[in-house]
């Protein structure tokens, strides 16, 4: 069964580069079956997809974030990551990686949803 | 702020059944799949419903998915004390911002 990890810094200042990554395992992340996704959720609060990459590294992306937002794969590790630039208080969050099952039928996806998900990792924006 | 609409809460007495509504438009629930996602408290989210009604394997008969137009609907029949928990709908929204979306979020109380 596959199991995803999350790990990187807990405390980011802000105006700097948070960078998280998240290691696969019991499984490849060159399966064609997945994209590999990114979901956080501030204290208290609801749920918010951050972005998903396939293994070739094909991407969507919040377009909420897109313009802070970066996320890569690694196939050679197993991993992928993600990076989110000019960070503040408001991105303080628990960030999620998580299976993502995307299916598209012609240009358009039409079936989304995100099967096994990591445990979370707490990032604060403090300085 | 979500495109997807729940009640903030629901609660039903032990043995009872609740509904948890998700309530959308043509660009997400409308022309989409829509998924259900069930979080205890303090842990991560977990795959409840996907495809409208599918169940994951190990998720018990007594949850169960609905949709019809641009809403759709979470039942839990048989409530337990361990359903107590958050519950989030899901789908892609195929607007110009478009993306994965979550609805704002369900708190299921258990009387």
């Known amino acids: 069964q596959l199991q995803l990890q999350e790990s990187g810094p807990g405390l980011v200042k802000p105006s700097e580069t948070l960078s998280l990554t998240c290691t696969v395992s019991?499984?490849?992340?060159?399966?064609?079956?997945?994209?590999w996704g990114w979901i956080r959720q501030p204290p208290g609060k609801g749920l918010e997809w951050i972005g998903s990459?396939?293994?070739?590294?094909?991407?969507y992306y919040n377009p909420s974030l897109k313009s802070r937002v970066t996320i890569s794969v690694d196939t050679s590790k197993n991993q992928f990551s993600l990076k989110l630039s000019s960070v503040t208080a408001a991105d303080t969050a628990v960030y999620y990686c998580?299976?993502?099952?995307?299916?598209?039928?012609?240009?358009?996806?039409?079936?989304?949803?995100?099967?096994?998900w990591g445990q979370g990792t707490l990032v604060t924006v403090s300085s | 702020q979500s495109v997807l609409t729940q009640p903030p809460s629901v609660s039903a007495a032990p043995g009872q059944k609740v509904t948890i509504s998700c309530s959308g438009s043509?660009?997400?629930?409308?022309?989409?799949?829509v998924s259900w996602y069930q979080q205890l408290p303090g842990t991560a989210p977990k795959l409840l419903i996907y495809?409208?009604?599918k169940r994951p394997s190990g998720i018990p008969d007594r949850f169960s998915g609905s949709k019809s137009g641009t809403s759709a609907t979470l039942g839990i029949t048989g409530l337990q004390t361990g359903d107590e928990a958050d519950y989030y709908c899901?789908?892609?929204?195929?607007?110009?911002?478009?993306?994965?979306?979550f609805g704002t979020g369900t708190k299921v109380t258990v009387l």
């Open positions: 998580a299976i993502h099952l995307i299916t598209i039928f012609g240009v358009v996806i039409i079936r989304s949803y995100f099967d096994y």
């Open positions: 019991g499984g490849s992340i060159s399966s064609s079956s997945y994209y």
């Open positions: 990459i396939y293994y070739s590294g094909s991407t």
């Open positions: 495809e409208n009604n």
């Open positions: 899901g789908t892609w929204d195929s607007s110009l911002s478009a993306g994965h979306v």
């Open positions: 043509s660009s997400n629930i409308g022309n989409n799949y």
